[in-house]
């Protein structure tokens, strides 16, 4: 089992930033590839952005591409996302997921959620205009 924890989000104004964190306990972090999901009202979950292990690959989802950037700590069981230029379409509750599978990489296995194993409890963003 891994336990995420969310934290960082609020209510800021458009153009202005946030950092998300989400600290993970429980098992090795490092085993883990971790994503950010995000939940707008009325709206279905959609991918934001996700990480390799090491790190070494990230995705991001067109909307967010070069305003959000996806980061991790392996040394504190952590990963970030940090959020710049947000707008008020970023408004939504932000969920962090951890995916154990063995099955690569690839953008379709970080970019789907049901590849991802456990879920923190989101952290609610709001972006006014």
């Known amino acids: 089992q891994v336990q995420l924890v969310e934290s960082g989000g609020g209510l800021v104004q458009a153009g202005t930033s946030l950092r998300l964190s989400c600290v993970a306990s429980?098992?090795?972090?490092?085993?883990?590839?971790m994503g950010w999901f995000r939940q707008a009202p009325g709206k279905v979950r959609e991918f934001v952005a996700a990480?390799?292990?090491?790190?070494?690959?990230?995705y991001y989802a067109d909307s967010v591409k070069g305003r959000f950037t996806i980061s991790r700590d392996n040394a504190k069981n952590t990963v970030y996302l940090q959020m710049n230029s947000l707008k008020p379409g970023d408004t939504a509750v932000y969920y962090c997921?951890?995916?154990?599978?063995?099955?690569?990489?690839?953008?379709?296995?970080?970019?789907?959620?049901?590849?991802?194993?456990?879920w923190g409890q989101g952290t609610q963003v709001t972006v006014s205009s």
């Open positions: 997921a951890a995916n154990s599978r063995q099955s690569g990489s690839s953008w379709n296995e970080l970019s789907t959620q049901y590849n991802y194993d456990y």
């Open positions: 990480i390799t292990r090491s790190a070494g690959i990230t």
């Open positions: 429980g098992r090795t972090f490092s085993n883990y590839k």
